[in-house]
């Protein structure tokens, strides 16, 4: 695989605060909050603006109550409920992303499914982990920064991936609950040492859920740059001809 | 009582040695001595030959009992109090009832083979947080309006377009190798395929609160693995959900395919794309669940009607003016469900919906007596309140449930009933 590529090289980031990115915003926003898309939905652009949307499935893996499920109600904008409550199967949440390529100046809406599914389910059923692996695009690794334990078996996790999909897939790791550095448990050291050796992307996600777009954007970009980076190396050029299906 | 006032507290124990497996409602637990003695009294009655289902204490607090499947038993204590609700004899049907679905929750989730024989405490411990989202909905009956864990009928909201949703519905999970589907609008059930209606009602019910719980989570699909308490209670199905537009949801009970990926990629839009305006139009219909075509009297604050015979009903609160006199729209849910309580326990009584049907049912005895002083069934009923009138009226085939304001006079309220339900059963044809 070939090496991650520099955050911002791909795509522009912070384009959510720029002004010519304002009208694809406003799309996935309703009230200045984020709005919800059923499966039925997508934003609409005016039919001069006509925008591709491209189609990811991402996987969410970690230790039970390391905060997956919070993870997909963040990046949707939605509250994290404030008492744990174990998920007893398969969940997929959908994020639209509007992003624009550094290179050719081209918008792109990203349409990010989040596969999220309790570690307990996953154990008890035998046909969930199959489901979730299909087809699948990319996968995030979460530990929590108040649990050890998840940080440590971080590597173990993701050989466990790398021997199956070979390259195939695009990896992060991201670590939740970062605003509870009381009862922080990683030390910031062990996380760059980490990245070192694994070479891959490590964000931090915590605190409340505010309304605006600047606490996701960081790992959306830095998603989208990866997951758009990958697809071209994968397609050996960089004008490739994307799957682009766009529901009305 | 160490409860505060009205809240519920549940208690699940191991019937055999007492352990506890957990609790949940309540801010404040009850301390481990009085779980402990409250299952010490349950015990003691067994080796008398007595099962203790019920008691009331001096602060009209209430304390009921339930063993399932020789294996869990489950205690509901509610502190009683200004925040009760209603008498004593209500509140224990509706304990009654919360211990009754709350096994139903942890057969869902688990299946009935981990909570009937149990192997290792502690695992079961572990494994039986899975159930808590489910059963603290259960405990909260959080959105107003959804009767169906009370009544056991399925909730529905009565679409404007029913042929096209029916069709659509019966499509879309014979394309997904299903005979059971269902599409839920706000939480109560639009359409659903002929098999979904011959699950047992519980199961529906039971089914419509999850999948509540999933919308509300606003994912936009679900692969759950389900038990379903009386169909199959040893082996999972698969129920697969799908978001269509945010608060309508239409799911599935299938078995090893279609893999979730596939459904949702190949089938959703193909059946559900053409129907998006029907959708929005169902939406609209809103908590009032009766489409604004059908006249109801501009009298009549709060309805319930329930077919007997299909275990379904639909309710509705109608406040047509927003500065309207009291009582309140969350209020008038709860007048309702207590005069449903009031009716069905003292007047409607052969009316399986209330009877627990198995072995121990506490509220049955003297209900019972109750009826035996009557020489017939009775088949209608009114109670006049300061807040508001309520008139009931059964036939073989309907219940039907009615809120009046005060202002109503008293002798009009049987020619109001009788008219609304013919009204409603001839415009809707539940």
């Given amino acids: 695989m070939s090496q991650n590529p520099a955050t911002g090289s791909v795509v522009v980031s912070d384009w959510h605060r720029c002004k010519d990115g304002k009208e694809y915003f406003n799309k996935i926003l309703h009230r200045k909050k984020r709005k919800i898309f059923g499966l039925l939905e997508s934003p609409v652009m005016p039919p001069h603006v006509a925008v591709d949307t491209v189609h990811y499935k991402i996987f969410l893996t970690g230790k039970s109550g390391v905060g997956k499920t919070a993870l997909a109600a963040r990046l949707t904008g939605r509250n994290i409920p404030n008492v744990h409550y174990e998920t007893t199967g398969v969940e997929t949440t959908v994020v639209f992303w509007p992003v624009k390529l550094r290179d050719s100046g081209r918008v792109l809406f990203l349409r990010l499914q989040l596969w999220d599914c309790g570690e307990n389910a996953l154990r008890r059923f035998d046909h969930l982990l199959p489901s979730c692996k299909e087809q699948v695009d990319a996968v995030l690794f979460l530990f929590s920064f108040t649990d050890r334990t998840s940080f440590d078996d971080l590597p173990n996790q993701i050989s466990k991936w790398t021997e199956e999909s070979a390259g195939r897939l695009v990896k992060l790791v991201v670590g939740t609950k970062f605003d509870l550095f009381m009862h922080c448990d990683v030390a910031q050291r062990d996380v760059r040492d980490f990245q070192e050796t694994w070479r891959l992307p490590v964000l931090r996600v915590g605190g409340e859920v505010s309304n605006g777009l600047d606490d996701v954007s960081p790992l959306l970009n830095c998603l989208a740059e990866q997951l758009w980076h990958h697809d071209c190396v994968t397609a050996g050029s960089v004008g490739l001809q994307q799957e682009t299906v766009t529901l009305l | ?430």
């Fill in chain 2, 1 to 430: 009582m160490m409860l505060q006032d009205g809240s519920t507290q549940l208690l699940c124990l191991t019937a055999s040695s007492g352990v506890p497996l957990f609790t949940r409602g309540a801010s404040k637990q009850l301390p481990f001595s009085v779980i402990g003695s409250l299952n010490g009294v349950h015990m003691f009655g067994g080796g008398q030959g007595v099962v203790l289902s019920g008691c009331e204490t001096e602060g009209g607090g209430k304390v009921v009992w339930r063993v399932f499947q020789d294996s869990v038993m489950l205690i509901a204590v509610n502190g009683g109090g200004q925040g009760g609700v209603g008498c004593s004899r209500e509140e224990e049907v509706r304990l009654q009832r919360l211990l009754e679905n709350v096994w139903n929750c942890m057969v869902l989730v688990l299946g009935q083979d981990e909570l009937a024989n149990i192997r290792n405490v502690e695992r079961l411990k572990r494994d039986l947080r899975s159930c808590f989202g489910l059963i603290d909905q259960m405990l909260e009956e959080r959105q107003e309006g959804v009767l169906g864990s009370l009544t056991h009928c399925a909730d529905l909201l009565l679409p404007p377009n029913p042929t096209l949703l029916q069709e659509a519905v019966d499509g879309f999970a014979e394309a997904a190798d299903s005979e059971f589907g269902c599409l839920i609008i706000h939480g109560r059930i639009a359409a659903a395929t002929e098999k979904w209606w011959r699950l047992a009602p519980q199961e529906v019910v039971l089914l419509s609160a999850l999948i509540r719980s999933l919308s509300d989570s606003a994912s936009a699909s679900c692969d759950y693995p389900v038990f379903l308490p009386h169909g199959s209670p040893t082996v999972a199905h698969r129920l697969l959900r799908f978001q269509l537009l945010p608060g309508a949801d239409v799911c599935v009970l299938c078995g090893p395919s279609p893999s979730l990926h596939t459904a949702e990629t190949g089938l959703v839009g193909r059946f559900w794309a053409p129907l998006v305006e029907t959708l929005r139009d169902c939406l609209a219909v809103g908590e009032r669940c009766v489409p604004q075509a059908v006249n109801l009297r501009p009298d009549v604050l709060a309805l319930l009607l329930i077919n007997r015979e299909t275990r379904r009903s639909v309710s509705s609160v109608l406040h047509p003016l927003a500065d309207a006199p009291p009582p309140s729209k969350a209020r008038c849910w709860e007048l309702l469900k207590l005069f449903y309580i009031f009716s069905t326990t003292r007047y409607f009584t052969q009316e399986e919906s209330v009877c627990v049907s198995t072995e121990e049912s506490g509220p049955r005895g003297r209900a019972n007596d109750f009826a035996r002083g009557f020489s017939h069934q009775p088949l209608q009923c009114y109670l006049v309140t300061e807040e508001c009138k309520s008139y009931a009226l059964q036939t073989p085939q309907h219940q039907l449930f009615l809120l009046f304001p005060p202002s109503v006079p008293t002798f009009v309220l049987r020619t109001a009933a009788t008219q609304t339900l013919s009204d409603v059963v001839a415009a809707t044809g539940l």
